[in-house]
Nanobody, 115 residues
Framework: QVQLVESGGGLVQAGGSLRLSCAAS????????MGWCRQAPGKQRELVAA???????NYADSVKGRFTISRDIAKRTVYLQMNSLKPEDTAVYYC?????????WGQGTQVTVSS
């Protein structure tokens, strides 16, 4: 079993920044990919950013140029640096890890951006 523990959410004004962290209970090289998804009220969960085992990175068009995903292998942690936040970024953000056979999710962390 894999545990993913997110932290770093909160309330921020538009234009502000937050950094989310996702600490894994297993060496992150065990995962084909790790990433962040978000779900706003009344909307479907959507991919925000992902990083593969080989280091390839993908972003949703809506966050390109504003969000940066990174990882610290020694700390078994993946980060999401979020800059120039907008009210439409308000959502619960979930960390995800995919082994190719199993899909793991964190408990979610709330990000609220006020206008």
């Amino acid at each position: 079993q894999v545990q993913l523990v997110e932290s770093g959410g909160g309330l921020v004004q538009a234009g502000g920044s937050l950094r989310l962290s996702c600490a894994a209970s297993r060496n992150i090289f065990a995962f084909n990919a790790m990433g962040w998804c978000r779900q706003a009220p009344g909307k479907q969960r959507e991919l925000v950013a992902a990083i593969t085992l080989g280091g390839s990175i993908n972003y949703a068009d809506s966050v390109k140029g504003r969000f940066t995903i990174s990882r610290d292998i020694a700390k078994r942690t993946v980060y999401l640096q979020m800059n120039s936040l907008k009210p439409e970024d308000t959502a619960v953000y979930y960390c995800n890890a995919d082994t190719g056979y199993d899909d793991y999710w964190g408990q979610g962390t709330q990000v609220t951006v006020s206008s």
